[in-house]
């Protein structure tokens, strides 16, 4: 069974520092991950993902995620934080043989100027 | 370009009400879709998923249903909405094997 883990329910930054989202997998296949944000009575938006190739991959906004496969992680990551960063953030997992997406319980992220 | 629509954007029914919450995708054919409902602002459950027309698998026993009368539109229902059926609901769409969904931009539901 596929099942995604995000460590931190809520991340604090201050603005213009780096910020990390954690988030952890299982897969029985090979793992395609994504990562989403949601803003408030919003539905979600797509950040970025990882098929296969670089494990370094860039996505909207100035993000990036690094897959590790040895430590089944894929961390969330941007080099200078935003106020308007401050949303909800989800990690999600999908093998190679489904059709279905697991979330995860999502990690809060708040930007402090 | 593909977009999907879902409406209504908020909603209050009455306990005992039905419910029909409608989701639409154009641009694409073939698409997989999804109901996903989201409490108190944090994770997603997946409720029902939909490969093709007419092809519903669910994930949750609840009091909900769903059906996809068209290649592009996945209808979301209930006879007799119930407290517990409260939430935000999220419809989403993603192609081929890989590729990431995308969803529309919800319905927060209140019964009461």
């Known amino acids: 069974a596929q099942s995604v883990a995000q460590p931190e329910d809520q991340v604090n930054v201050a603005e213009g520092n780096p910020l990390t989202v954690k988030c952890t997998y299982s897969?029985?296949?090979?793992?395609?991950l994504f990562w989403y944000v949601q803003y408030p009575n919003r539905g979600l938006q797509f950040l970025l993902k990882?098929?296969?190739?670089?494990?370094l991959v860039k996505g909207s906004y100035g993000f990036e995620a690094e897959f590790n496969k040895s430590q089944t992680s894929f961390h969330l990551k941007k080099p200078s934080a935003l106020v308007s960063d401050s949303a909800l953030y989800f990690c999600?997992?999908?093998?190679?043989?489904?059709?279905?997406?697991?979330f995860g319980p999502g990690t809060r992220l708040s930007v402090l100027p | 370009s593909q977009t999907i629509h879902q409406w209504p954007a908020t909603l209050v029914q009455p306990v005992g009400s039905p419910l029909s919450l409608e989701c639409t995708v154009e641009?694409?054919?073939?698409?997989?879709l999804y109901w996903y409902r989201q409490a108190a602002g944090r994770g997603l459950q997946l409720l029902f998923y939909?490969?093709?027309?007419?092809?519903i698998s669910s994930e949750v026993p609840q009091n909900l249903s769903a059906s996809r009368p068209q290649d592009r539109q996945f209808i979301l229902s209930s006879k007799k909405l119930l407290l517990s059926d409260s939430g935000f609901y999220l419809c989403?769409?993603?192609?081929?094997?890989?590729?990431?969904?995308?969803f529309g931009q919800g319905t927060r539901l209140t019964v009461v």
């Open positions: 999600a997992v999908k093998d190679n043989y489904g059709q279905n997406f697991v």
């Open positions: 897969v029985s296949g090979n793992p395609y």
């Open positions: 990882y098929i296969t190739g670089d494990n």
């Open positions: 641009g694409t054919s073939n698409p997989n």
């Open positions: 939909s490969v093709g027309i007419g092809q």
């Open positions: 989403a769409w993603s192609g081929a094997s890989g590729t990431e969904a995308f």
